[in-house]
């Protein structure tokens, strides 16, 4: 037995007090419910209590973990989505609580790029374990991000995409949206000021990308990690909606800075203008605005997840 997943307690040593984990659950999530109560029956095979909030209407995740963190409380467990732990992402920056994640939405990005699989019971078993993984957030105006924040073409897809077809069409959801959306796509000018250099761009799409994965299947850049220290940054400077349909499987892969109309960068900061203000996407929430200031807030959370691979 271990204290807290540290070391080895000696024979005379007291037991050590069971974990206790602040429990927010997303009940409106694509596969909410699914096994969760097998996954809570693992955390508290482990001796850890698992106290549930159930939240009210209007209520968000940052609101109760600020309200709650004083409790005694020695992680918070978010089950939800990529949306969910955008919310809560502000309060884990405030009062610094260790997180973790039972995937229940429907992209589940943060958790892919953490290697941390959809099944409830394997992702119980990896907050069991107890090992932490400090990782890095992106910021917009103030607003963290975990994922990618997006302007252009998947803000917009973002702002048409409802929860009810999230729900009812899972990845599907994604792909119907983007088709209605694609033709009707125009490209748009923007300013990208990054150490001082100006590029004045025609663009339908600038992503900031923190970590791996974004928007249901998209690579942010193939070699991104979430620990990695930077900010990839890509503009989609294409002529027509159809040049998008050839660029989808390198996006997928995250190897689509290989072509010449894409312009891709790693940077820790970036500032963004736009000749009109448009919406800024972060992790599938439409939070902020151009003009956008972005920078990356490096190792500021911790998140129980497997070991990193190493590098290479």
């Given at each position: 037995m271990t204290a807290h997943g540290d070391r080895p307690l000696s024979l005379n040593a007291a037991p050590a007090p069971p974990r206790r984990l602040l429990l927010l659950v997303n009940r409106q999530a694509r596969n909410g419910g699914a096994a969760l109560d097998e996954a809570l029956a693992v955390l508290r095979a482990h001796d850890i209590v698992v106290e549930e909030h159930p939240c009210s209407p209007?209520?968000?995740?940052?609101?109760?973990?600020?309200?709650r963190a004083g409790e005694g409380f020695s992680a918070v467990v978010l089950g939800g989505g990529d949306g969910t732990l955008n919310a809560a992402a502000p309060a884990l920056l405030d009062t610094g609580l260790p997180f973790g994640i039972l995937p229940l939405g429907t992209a589940n990005d943060l958790a892919r790029s953490l290697g941390i699989g959809p099944d409830l019971v394997e992702a119980a078993r990896v907050i069991a374990a107890g090992h932490l993984r400090r990782i890095d957030l992106g910021e917009v105006n103030g607003k963290p991000f975990f994922n990618?924040?997006?302007?252009?073409?998947?803000?917009?897809?973002?702002?048409?995409?409802?929860?009810?077809?999230?729900?009812?069409w899972g990845r599907l959801g994604y792909a119907i949206a983007a088709f209605r959306l694609l033709r009707r796509i125009r490209p748009?000018?923007?300013?990208?000021?990054?150490?001082?250099?100006?590029?004045?761009?025609?663009?339908?799409?600038i992503s900031v990308g923190n970590g791996r994965h974004y928007g249901g299947g998209m690579t942010v850049e193939s070699s991104a990690a979430p620990d990695d220290g930077k900010l990839d940054?890509?503009?989609?400077?294409?002529?027509?909606?159809?040049?998008?349909?050839?660029?989808?499987p390198y996006l997928r892969?995250?190897?689509?800075?290989?072509?010449?109309?894409?312009?891709?960068?790693?940077?820790?900061?970036?500032?963004?203008?736009?000749?009109?203000?448009?919406?800024?996407?972060?992790?599938?929430?439409?939070?902020?605005t151009t003009p956008a200031m972005f920078r990356l807030l490096p190792k500021c959370v911790s998140v129980f997840a497997p070991p990193a691979p190493p590098p290479g």
């Open positions: 209007g209520q968000n995740a940052a609101e109760v973990i600020r309200a990618v924040a997006s302007i252009g073409f998947s803000a917009e897809l973002a702002g048409e995409l409802r929860a009810e077809a999230k729900k009812r748009f000018t923007a300013w990208i000021t990054q150490e001082g250099r100006v590029r004045k761009i025609r663009t339908v799409q940054i890509y503009s989609l400077e294409v002529g027509h909606w159809w040049r998008l349909l050839v660029l989808f892969r995250g190897t689509h800075g290989q072509w010449h109309d894409v312009r891709a960068f790693p940077a820790v900061s970036c500032a963004v203008a736009t000749r009109r203000r448009m919406p800024v996407n972060t992790d599938g929430e439409l939070t902020a």
